[in-house]
């Protein structure tokens, strides 16, 4: 079983519609929790990050944490053709330590 | 300012030959990463270097794999005898002590493809 566990995909939406985005994790010793967007051929942008369980808001991105779940998401509002990348999820255990990535989720937003 | 910056962007070689492949990190970036991304396939840490200690070399998948770093610029990472699984993706990651580790900054990668 994999660390990090995510949805490949890929999902397709309509645009203005909002998205979610998710990922389960085993490790309980994971404390930051982060997303990247990637566009084709290029390298991960960081888009939100988290520290230990809450939510984030950032313009139209929402992160949630869920410790006790293992359980991390990410909403998009009003997505946008823009929007249409793969999303992959990634933690840390902190302190300069490697991100483990999940492997990511093909998002398409059809104007 | 200047993003992390990688080098070539795309390597193809023979199975059996030796490749470097080159990280240019944002300046005063104390830490750098590299990871390996396979077609369809999430990020894969391969060897962390932050400051003067010793790397953290945990995700090597083999002796074929090594890399270098000086003091806190250019980094290099050197495939030996390469095999046709090498074929991926292979990024460099940079990130500033002061902002905390989280916010690593990733280069475009080098695409390579073992003949």
């Known amino acids: 079983q994999k660390e990090v566990e995510q949805d490949p995909g890929p999902l397709s939406v309509p645009e203005g519609a909002i998205v979610s985005l998710n990922c389960t994790y085993s490790?309980?010793?994971?404390?930051?929790f982060m997303w990247y967007r990637q566009y084709s051929r290029k390298g991960p942008e960081l888009l939100m990050y988290t520290y230990s369980s809450g939510n984030k808001e950032d313009g139209r991105f929402t992160a949630q944490v869920d410790k006790s779940s293992k359980y991390i998401s990410l909403f998009i509002r009003d997505s946008q053709p823009s929007d249409s990348a793969t999303y992959l999820c990634?933690?840390?255990?902190?302190?300069?330590?490697?991100?483990?990535f999940g492997a990511g989720t093909i998002l398409r937003v059809k104007s | 300012g200047a993003g992390v910056s990688q080098s070539p962007s795309n390597k193809v070689t023979e199975k059996g030959k030796d490749v470097e492949l080159r990280c240019d990190p944002i300046?005063?970036?104390?830490?750098l990463y590299w990871y390996r991304q396979r077609l369809g396939q999430g990020l894969e840490f391969l060897i962390y270097?932050?400051?003067?200690?010793?790397p953290d070399k945990s995700g090597l998948p083999s002796d074929r794999f090594s890399a270098e770093r000086t003091g806190e610029s250019v980094s290099t990472l050197t495939i030996q005898r390469t095999q046709q699984e090498d074929s991926a993706v292979y990024l460099c990651?940079?990130?500033?002590w002061g902002q905390g580790s989280y916010e690593q900054y990733f280069g475009p990668g080098t695409r390579l493809t073992v003949t």
């Open positions: 990634a933690m840390s255990k902190g302190g300069g330590n490697k991100l483990v």
């Open positions: 990651a940079s990130s500033s």
């Open positions: 270097f932050q400051g003067n200690s010793a």
């Open positions: 490790n309980s010793a994971f404390q930051y």
């Open positions: 300046s005063g970036h104390t830490a």
